[in-house]
């Protein structure tokens, strides 16, 4: 549904990665079980999730080995690996030269987060859950000082980042300005803004527009932005983490584009 076939140039990673827990794994698995390579299972651990993990694994020949609970946390650094490891080819990033033959083959109007500079792998994951749960086609960040998907942001995303396609650019004003040319409309979250979450219109081709964690929107993407929301807050805080606010302000566009 995320993943519309077009022409694929990526960034290709000349290192193995690895992906830890059952959601991620099993989304790997699912998604590209051609590009796992091995598994480390621990023993004596059981779920219906890891069954099918297993025999996808051995519907594909992948090698799978047992080992204990100790060796998989320092293999992830003591992450919530809840049983299961796999070392597989990196996901593909896509970049902005890919945009105009993904654009072309979405065949509706698209439905963007734009994060503008994420550098928490934790915050980075969590919007990615947001996302594919909110039927997002694509998110799309700045290359340079912004993270990208690494083994915690898959591990955060419980598999989501297998799906939402993940668009790593050189310039992101310059590719926003492409895409309002391809009538995206963006929308900017600043706590400062006059405009309510709740008094805007969400639908047709859009982009949502975030910052990073502490200071917000960069200038010149502000500047780009088509209009200027605020999420009404009622308590003593003043802000969201970033993860929230998307998830808040995605539900909402999903709250009115299903009308």
């Not at 959601?23 to 004596?44: D, E, I, N």
Request: hydrophobic share 40%; aromatic share 6%.
């Amino acid at each position: 549904m995320h993943n519309p076939q077009f022409s694929q140039k990526h960034i290709s990673m000349t290192t193995d990665t690895t992906i830890f827990g059952l959601h991620a794994v099993h989304a790997l698995m699912t998604r590209r079980a051609s590009a796992v390579k091995h598994l480390m299972v621990q023993h004596a651990t059981e779920s219906e999730l890891l069954s099918d993990i297993l025999h996808i694994a051995k519907s594909h020949r992948i090698a799978i080995e047992y080992t204990s609970r100790r060796s998989l946390d320092h293999l992830t650094h003591d992450g919530n690996h809840q049983g299961v490891l796999a070392y597989c080819k990196p996901p593909r990033i896509y970049t902005e030269d890919d945009l105009k033959d993904w654009l072309a083959n979405l065949g509706i109007p698209p439905f963007l987060l734009i994060l503008d500079g994420i550098q928490d792998p934790h915050n980075l994951g969590a919007c990615f859950r947001s996302a594919d749960a909110a039927g997002v086609h694509a998110i799309i960040a700045p290359k340079d000082k912004a993270c990208g998907i690494t083994e915690v942001v898959a591990k955060v995303a419980s598999g989501a980042s297998e799906f939402v396609p993940f668009f790593q650019v050189t310039n992101l004003v310059r590719t926003m300005t492409f895409l309002k040319e391809a009538g995206v409309w963006f929308y900017g979250a600043v706590g400062e803004a006059t405009q309510s979450l709740y008094h805007t219109k969400l639908v047709g081709p859009i982009g949502i527009v975030l910052g990073q964690e502490g200071n917000g929107l960069r200038r010149l993407t502000r500047e780009s932005c088509d209009f200027l929301i605020h999420i009404p807050m009622h308590g003593a805080v003043s802000s969201l983490n970033v993860s929230v606010a998307a998830g808040v302000i995605l539900f909402e566009a999903v709250r009115q584009r299903m009308r």
